[in-house]
């Protein structure tokens, strides 16, 4: 995006982007296109593709600009319409963001949110067989730009989609923060009794080794087929394009930075496996789907905090966040659970602080770091010693969906019963049992 000082220059000397011109100032004379400024440049700097392919940035104030020819103007990433079958499932399409959501503009080499989400459906026709799809585009931005307030968006857009007639709900997202989103609409949408269906790709939409397609795919074939009344994601099962899995959304974890299997269930198996042609294999219990229309539960406490353990940590962060008002805590301690709590140096001790803050009405839960596996309070003295100050025990929880059920309870619940639900399954972030040999492939 140009300045506005810089965009009355190009006014005044009738030039537009994708205009040929000829910039010319002292010991200067290069002809080109005019290119639209990137996020990074400068916005006084006129951008021009030079005819050898490079790209020049020239600040306005010191060139004189002259048309060559008219361009054409940047082109718009094509877009389809599809011509949609009305005696298909409904199928809601609600749009984000996200790396599904963007290509590359190989003329200026930035990445672009595609600005409507019909234009996904360009190189995917398949979806006109599989469901009746109406799309609504909420807003466009990178999932680590997401707060609690963007997951309220999302899910009261699901009731009303929901109520609207819509039998599956599909949900273009980042990946980055993906696995928080599902979490936070596991427990928001509980009572919506359809499949909720997060996706999104590692990859744009334009690269040849994209997975956004087939993710799209899977995830409107689970919502327009599958009998499963809950919130997952569904994103590939392994490198290759075989099959996507569907992760239950309170036990998704992204464990990989770019890898398009980017996304692992923990301590669960996938609900279900999708391929392409919409062949569905059920892996694991689930909540079915109803006709029973629930309202969304979007309540959010802002002031909870997740907070790590480590070598070395000092416990004034627990101080710090008392001090700020925050109402909650989840602690991802090490091991089954811990903290530094019988140090020789007294003064590196969690505990005192802990105690004091869970006696000024802190809720302060405890996960692990290891990822798999659960917390247990009572094989160590030091655990023993956090379970007493008050400490709440959240069994084989993701800290991730810990610290966002905490959020959730605190926005919905009185405090008492917030605590008391805390380490309580309530859509299957909690399982009872772990069978280890289901997590190691």
């Known amino acids: 995006m140009y300045s506005d000082e810089a965009l009355d220059f190009l006014k005044s000397a009738k030039v537009n982007v994708g205009d040929e011109i000829r910039a010319t100032a002292k010991d200067l004379n290069i002809e080109g296109e005019i290119m639209p ?3 990074a440049t400068n916005r006084d700097i006129i951008v021009i593709k030079l005819k050898n392919g490079y790209n020049v940035g ?43 959501g963007s290509k590359i503009d190989y003329k200026t080499g930035g990445v672009y949110m595609l600005v409507k989400p019909e234009e996904l459906f360009y190189e995917v026709p ?12 909420l807003f466009s931005i990178s999932s680590e ?54 996706t999104g790709s590692q990859r744009s939409s334009d ?38 899995h569907f992760i239950r959304g309170t036990k998704a974890r992204k464990m990989h930075s770019s890898r398009r299997d980017a996304f692992r269930p923990i301590n669960d198996m996938p609900l279900a496996l999708v391929d392409i ?33 480590y070598p070395n940590s000092t416990p004034d962060i627990i101080d710090f966040y008392l001090q700020k008002g925050y109402k909650g805590l989840i602690i991802e301690g090490t091991g089954l659970g811990h903290t530094p ?6 003064n590196g001790s969690w505990l005192p602080n802990i105690k004091n803050a869970i006696g000024k009405g802190m809720i302060i839960g405890m996960t692990s770091q290891c990822i798999y596996g659960r917390v247990n309070e009572n094989v160590y003295r030091n655990l023993r010693l956090l379970k007493n100050a008050g400490v709440i025990y959240c069994e084989d929880m993701l800290p991730e969906t810990a610290y966002v059920k905490l959020g959730w309870l605190l926005g919905n619940y009185k405090k008492a019963d917030a605590a008391n639900l805390l380490n309580k399954n309530m859509v299957g972030e909690i399982k009872e049992r772990l069978e280890y040999d289901e997590f190691l492939v």
């Open 37 to 39: 400024n990137t996020e």
């Open 58 to 100: 020239i600040n306005f104030r010191k060139v004189k600009v002259t048309k060559v020819k008219s361009g054409s103007g940047m082109p718009g990433f094509p877009k389809s319409n599809l011509k949609q079958d009305k005696g298909l499932p409904n199928v809601s399409l609600i749009y984000t963001g996200g790396t599904i």
């Open 126 to 137: 398949e979806l006109a067989g599989i469901a009746h799809i109406s799309s609504n585009e």
């Open 145 to 198: 730009d997401m707060s609690y307030r963007e997951w309220q968006s999302i899910a009261n857009e699901a009731e009303k989609e929901r109520r609207a007639g819509a039998e599956g709900i599909v949900i273009t997202i980042g990946t980055d923060t993906m696995h928080y989103a599902a979490a936070a609409l596991s427990f928001m949408l509980k009572d919506l009794h359809i499949p909720v269906v997060l």
């Open 207 to 244: 690269r040849g080794s994209s997975d956004a397609f087939m993710n799209l795919i899977c995830s409107v074939y689970l919502a327009a087929k599958s009998d499963i009344g809950e919130v997952g994601i569904c994103m590939h099962s392994s490198s290759s394009d075989d099959k996507c």
């Open 277 to 309: 042609k919409g062949n569905i294999e059920y892996k694991n219990s689930y909540s079915k789907k109803s006709d029973i229309i629930g309202r969304a539960i979007t309540g959010f406490e802002e002031k909870v905090a997740l907070v790590k353990a």
């Open 341 to 346: 709590t019988s140090t020789r140096d007294e």
